[in-house]
């Protein structure tokens, strides 16, 4: 089995840049998809493929890669971005695997 | 516009089994992949298993192995996941999601009890 880490909580100031962090090995060799969930909600798909953006999310959501840690950036972060951010990946399985998730809190 | 729909909520006593459905609209079927995920009440989110378009066949995830099976019906475009022995522990909201989950369903409450 392999393990994806996120920091529990992440707290910034409306404007600000928020940064969300997901480590672990496979990460080296494989893509992330990043998602946002929001209470009551099913999750958003907001970043694929490390760096790609789907259709309707907005610029200010950025992914990056380096190594073994995947970022998912927010620059400008906005009161409705208040949300649960999970990373996930595939394993050479073909297995998918979520990352414990980060409550991102905007104010 | 892909769109999925969910079958309703379901209460399920110790050791049943459940088999919750999910419509594809917009799409056809075979054009997806399919995944299934859930998350029980306060925690986070669980991938039970998927289409791998690699190799043309679905995996589960490992701890779910012998009790989850996902088929599909292409005449209806219909995606079914069912979960057997359950446990109090398999109480969750289940979530079905096309190829990169993209687009999800609107969930599917399972509670287990007796």
């Known amino acids: 089995s392999y393990e994806l880490t996120q920091p529990s909580s992440v707290s910034v100031s409306p404007g600000q840049t928020a940064r969300i962090t997901c480590s672990g090995d496979v990460l080296a060799k494989k893509y992330v998809r990043w998602f946002q969930q929001k209470p009551g909600q099913a999750p958003v798909l907001v970043i694929y493929?490390?760096?790609e953006r789907p259709s309707g999310i907005p610029e200010r959501f950025s992914g990056s890669s380096s190594g073994t840690t995947v970022t998912l950036t927010i620059s400008g972060a906005q009161v409705e971005d208040e949300a649960d951010y999970y990373c996930?990946?595939?394993?050479?399985?073909?297995?998918?695997?979520f990352g414990g998730g980060t409550k991102l809190t905007v104010l | 516009q892909v769109q999925l729909v969910q079958s309703g909520a379901e209460v399920k006593k110790p050791g049943a089994s459940v088999k919750v459905s999910c419509k594809v609209s917009?799409?056809?079927?075979?054009?997806?992949?399919m995944h299934w995920v859930r998350q029980a009440p306060g925690k986070g989110l669980e991938w039970m298993g998927g289409f791998d378009p690699e190799d043309g066949e679905t995996v589960y995830a490992q701890r779910f192995q012998g009790r989850v099976t996902m088929t599909e019906d292409t005449s209806t475009d219909t995606a079914y996941m069912e979960l057997s022995s359950l446990r109090s522990e398999d109480t969750a909201v289940y979530y079905c999601?096309?190829?990169?989950?993209?687009?999800w369903g609107q969930g599917t409450l399972v509670t287990v009890s007796s």
């Open positions: 493929k490390d760096t």
């Open positions: 917009g799409y056809t079927l075979s054009q997806l992949s």
């Open positions: 999601g096309t190829t990169e989950l993209l687009v």
């Open positions: 996930s990946s595939t394993a050479d399985n073909a297995a998918w695997v």
